[in-house]
């Protein structure tokens, strides 16, 4: 079978949030594509290493770290890209937090905390690639969502709204988006094994819950969102638009 219809070669990919977890395998999987990535993070010493280790790996990579709440550094980055003739091709909004604690007990800071880092900054950097993906007529989008996207369950009040705004934002870009050749779309990943659910792999109660919802009966591995992804990415999903993927072994269909 040709994988043609999958290829990224010639395709810029930034993925916020690529320096770890489920940003970085999907960064890995655009490369291994072709995709040329740019990697990004909080912390400027683990993109620098991210950066390297895709390099070592024979990988076309950049990095630019910089916090996607912060307006001001979202747009210079793509201000930097516009000097250095750097066309972003493919967006993927992943970057974001996760705080559990009863909604009663919630700040304002914190919950406003939540969603600007899960929601807010998919709206900001998916305008900033937008208006230059717009002129081009061509373009990508891919935020990442969750089940919370659909689903409510105790303690992560900020973080369902925020996720349930992501659906509706994908929505959104890609009504008004879609004339000038953009798709955007969203993955929702269940429960998988990264660093935001480090306290909940440990806690036998919560994996007793879980293997009484998973009709897969095991956590999800960063690695299986790659296909979504590229899928999603790439000419494949041209007619694919608004749309969100769970890639969460069913749990969804069997709530
Ligand atoms: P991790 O905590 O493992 O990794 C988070 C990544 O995002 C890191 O690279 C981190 O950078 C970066 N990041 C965090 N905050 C910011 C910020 N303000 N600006 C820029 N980068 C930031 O998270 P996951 O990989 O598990 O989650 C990735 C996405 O997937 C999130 O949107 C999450 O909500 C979603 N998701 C995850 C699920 C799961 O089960 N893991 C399930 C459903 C959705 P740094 O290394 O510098 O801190």
Redesign the pocket.
């Known amino acids: 079978m040709s994988t043609a219809l999958f290829d990224l070669s010639g395709r810029t990919a930034l993925v ?10 999907i960064a890995e999987g655009m490369a291994k594509a072709g995709a040329r990535l740019i990697i ?5 010493d ?2 620098e290493k991210t950066v390297a280790e895709f390099r070592a790996a024979g990988h076309q990579a950049d990095g630019v ?6 307006e001001p550094a979202v747009v210079g980055a793509f201000e930097r890209f516009d000097r250095e003739g750097i066309a972003v091709d493919i967006l993927v ?6 705080r559990r604690k009863p909604l009663v007990e919630f700040t304002t800071e914190e919950w406003r905390k939540v969603i ?3 929601l807010t ?1 998919a709206f900001i950097a998916g305008r900033e690639a937008a208006r230059r993906m717009i002129p081009r007529k061509r373009g990508k989008i891919i935020n ?5 996207s659909e689903l409510a369950r105790p303690t992560i009040a900020p ?1 369902t709204a ?2 349930g705004g992501i659906r509706n934002l994908t929505r959104s870009m890609a009504v008004e988006w879609a004339q000038s050749g953009i798709q955007a779309n969203a993955i ?10 480090e306290a909940l792999m440990s806690n036998p109660e919560f994996n007793n819950w879980l293997m009484s919802r998973v009709p897969a009966k095991r ?2 591995k ?1 690695d299986e969102l790659v296909g979504a992804a590229i899928f999603l990415a790439s000419e494949a999903s041209n007619y694919v638009n608004g749309q969100t993927i769970y890639v969460d072994g069913g749990m969804l269909a069997a709530m």
């Open positions: 916020t949030g690529s320096s770890r977890g489920l940003g970085r395998a990004n993070g909080v912390d400027p683990r993109v770290a910089f916090d996607v709440t912060d909004n992943n970057a974001g937090i996760q600007e880092t899960n900054s990442i969502g969750s089940l919370g973080y925020a996720k929702g990943p269940g429960y998988m094994l990264t660093d935001m659910n956590w999800g960063p």
